[in-house]
């Protein structure tokens, strides 16, 4: 145990920063009054422009190391891409260009575009939130065997023969 000389309070070492210059090897301020003045320290910085403008410089320097170290994902692929197709669905159906219907299996009003093909942005199955996962879950499988997955309609048929039985 130890106690934090800031808001006093005995703690256990855990709570407690490493410090190898510290007589116990930990620093004297808990981890929580440590993040409350680096949060206060920081807010009082951004005050400051130039501070502010060679920090963002800073930080973007440094996802750039990350980035080329292999460390952090490119941003042009994966589900960060896919954020755009989704807004790409939300607008058209907003602006009436698509036309959101219901589940094609169970005909659930409380449906969601599925994209097969997301270079096809427009080009959505509307399903629910049940039928869509059992969607993913179907060609997870499929990805994991290396087998090619169904075709949507015909995954769509199957579907709906099993809710008639």
């Known amino acids: 145990m130890k106690t934090c000389f800031k808001c006093r309070t005995e703690k256990p070492i855990c709570e407690f920063y490493p410090h190898k210059e510290m007589a116990d090897g930990h620093l004297n301020k808990c981890k929580d009054c440590t993040k409350l003045d680096e ?10 422009p130039e501070w502010a403008i060679k920090e963002r410089k800073r930080q973007r320097e440094k996802e750039e190391k990350r980035r080329v170290l292999g460390l952090v994902k490119s941003f042009t692929r994966g589900p960060i891409r896919r954020y755009k197709e989704h807004g790409m669905v939300a607008n058209a159906v907003c602006s009436g260009k698509l036309v959101k219907l ?5 005909g659930n009003q409380r449906a969601q575009g599925h994209h097969e093909d997301y270079s096809k942005p427009l080009d959505v199955v509307w399903l629910c ?18 087998q090619d997955p169904m075709p949507i309609a015909d995954f769509i048929e199957v579907l709906r023969l099993t809710i008639l039985v």
Do not use: G, S, W, Y
Request: some cysteine; glycine content about 0%.
């Open 39 to 48: 949060k206060n320290r920081f807010i009082e910085k951004m005050k400051d």
């Open 129 to 146: 939130t049940r039928h869509h996962a059992d969607r993913h879950i179907h060609l997870r499988d499929r990805k994991t065997l290396q």
């Open 102 to 106: 219901p589940c094609q299996v169970c």
